[in-house]
């Protein structure tokens, strides 16, 4: 059974990995893009780039009108209520620094802020950092033996003091979905603001935001098989409302005066100079793709690629996962065998996996590990990319054992 | 310039070399002659920063020549460790300065091992080297 992807030949890269002998098994780190995506980037540039927002001519009204489709694509991907609440950005990352900056006013000294001990970076140090900023306490919640954060820790910590709880929903190194719903609900309790770094979650699955109740999403699409250089942040209407303006310059202004100035609520107060026009116009592309696949079917592939993954490592001597992960990515450590030496001949071998510390260097401290390999799959991935990496792995372990 | 004695063995062990697999077990012997350090000097003082590996560096000059002892916990490391400190053996700090690694890697057949994608911290090695062979000329 080599469980080929139906949708594999949509995506160009392929052929050019084939060609080179390559395995791509990284797509937590970046997805392919399908073809619709690439027409989509030419389409705009070859069809007459424009500015968008700011002119009267025929090209900027095109301009304006796919980039603002976009942002309603978008919308609709998250059933958000409303194109206004999503903020373009550049990435995940940024989304959450405007979120760092755009609250702070929020804060006072003694505050508390909670976050997960998985975090990737991108959802620790904006918060560390604003901690430190105004005196504030950053709780880290601690995780339970299968590495979730814990309820009944999380429920002790989460308290008055805490004012924003940003958390993961699906974590990048151990590949299990968060309990986002009871911990929203803890820090609802608490009036505090709630932030959900979706930048892996958004990837598998469709999830509604207004069933899931958090005031601020965010993810990018280079992940979402759309381009880089493009995040989304959404937020609830009247969480929006509460952020302050961080960036400065381009249409987000509204009134301007050599000595003061007013600027526009979000979305487009959010967006300071010309946006990436071209990217937000190819992640509706790549949300258009999408939407035409059979979700179900999709999610059926990634699971029996996931399950043959996990089965295929459990018949190594010596290897151990991270964690027993739910969807999509394996995370884990050979032994006696130092990851960066596997890492190094699987690379030899043309095979394309993350290693190190996957930008979670606390995590990975708190689990005793230096680093740690990780395979990822997308739903171009197949039975026989994993057959390469199974049959390269052994060769590698071979040499050094 | 004329190469020290480890660094021509080496050149001629990795010139030969005709594939991934045969390089790769030949860097496994070669970390296998790194001077061993000893567990006091496997501290952060002689860390090596901007390796995703840990690296310790060592360096001690005898009449103006630099001998350099390094270790690492990986083993292929070790391997490119033990290559690169064959070429700077017994080096001045003005030869040192003028070392180019990557012409060094490119005649053993590593290139790829330079390249900016590459987190072992090669270049952050030399780096060091230039640094302490620097600072001392300083005192």
Redesign the interface.
Known sequence: MSLPSPWRADFPAFAAFGRDCQTYLDSAATAQKPQAVLDALLGYYAGGAANVHRAQHAPGERATLAFEGARAKVAAWLNADSAEQIVFTRSATESINLLAYGLEHLFAAGDQIAVGALEHHANLLPWQQLAQRRGLELVVLPLDAAGDIDLEQAERLIGPRTRLLAVSQLSNVLGRWQPLEALLALARAQGALSVVDGAQGVVHGRHDLQALACDFYVFSAHKLYGPDGIGVLYGRPLALERLRHWQFGGEMVQQADYHSARFRPAPLGFEAGTPAIGPAIALGAALDYLDGLDGEAVAAHEAALHARLLAGLRAFDGLQLLAEPHTALASFVVEGVHNADLAQLLGEQGIAVRAGQHCAMPLLRCLGRTGALRVSLGLYSEGDDLERFFAALHHALALLR | MNLPAAACEALEAFAQCPG??QR??LL?QWGERLEPLGDEERCEAHRVHGC???VWLLGERQDGRWHFRAGS?????RGLLAVLLARVEGLTAEELQAVDLPDWFARLGLSRQLSPSR??GLNAVLQRMRELAGQDRAC
């Open positions: 991934w697999e790769a077990r496994l995703e590996s840990q916990d990986a083993r292929l490391l987190s072992n």
